[in-house]
């Protein structure tokens, strides 16, 4: 087993041990990246087509990625049941989810209320995302890097226009 895959296996198995560490990462891995939508949503209403492609931009090119690279989620060659249900099964890497959830925090960089909570929830959702154990730890690091920089990108382009 590689460095990454006992790192995320260890995140796994400490959240595994207790309740509320269970429930904690679900919240966060299952239901935070949703309430952080919401927020973005009601804060930029009704402002908020400029934020519809700083999402969406970053969200389409980490699902190409994960179509070209095709990692399987670390229960599967493990062998363990991780703590949520997938209602889709997209290959692991990067992490869609840690790439909207820090697509947020570029897009609010502006505002020094909200960016600094975007950028904790951020890191809260992909944490959550390997104590489940449906993602690796360098899944959501990539997808947090991708997510950033491509809305932070977009974010600069679309102010241009």
Not at 28 to 45: D, E, N, P
Not at 87 to 108: K, N, R
Not at 118 to 136: D, E
């Amino acid at each position: 087993m590689n460095k990454d895959a006992k790192i995320s296996r260890a995140l796994f198995n400490t959240t595994r041990v207790s309740q509320l560490k269970t429930q904690m990462a679900v919240f966060c891995a299952s239901y935070l990246l949703w309430l952080m939508v919401g927020v973005a949503f009601g804060l930029l209403f009704p402002n908020i087509q400029p934020l519809i492609p700083v999402l969406l931009f970053p969200l389409g090119v980490s699902l190409l990625i994960s179509e070209f690279v095709r990692r399987t989620r670390p229960f599967h060659p493990e062998g363990y049941k991780p703590l949520i249900h997938l209602l889709i099964e997209t290959p692991s890497f990067p992490s869609s989810h840690s790439t909207v959830a820090f697509a947020l925090v570029a897009a609010f960089l502006y505002n020094p209320v909200v960016w600094p909570i975007m950028l904790v929830f951020a890191i809260l959702v992909s944490l959550g995302r390997v104590a489940v154990g449906v993602h690796y730890l360098s899944d959501v690091i990539v997808g947090a890097i991708l997510g950033f920089v491509l809305a932070y990108a977009m974010s600069i382009a679309i102010s241009l226009f």
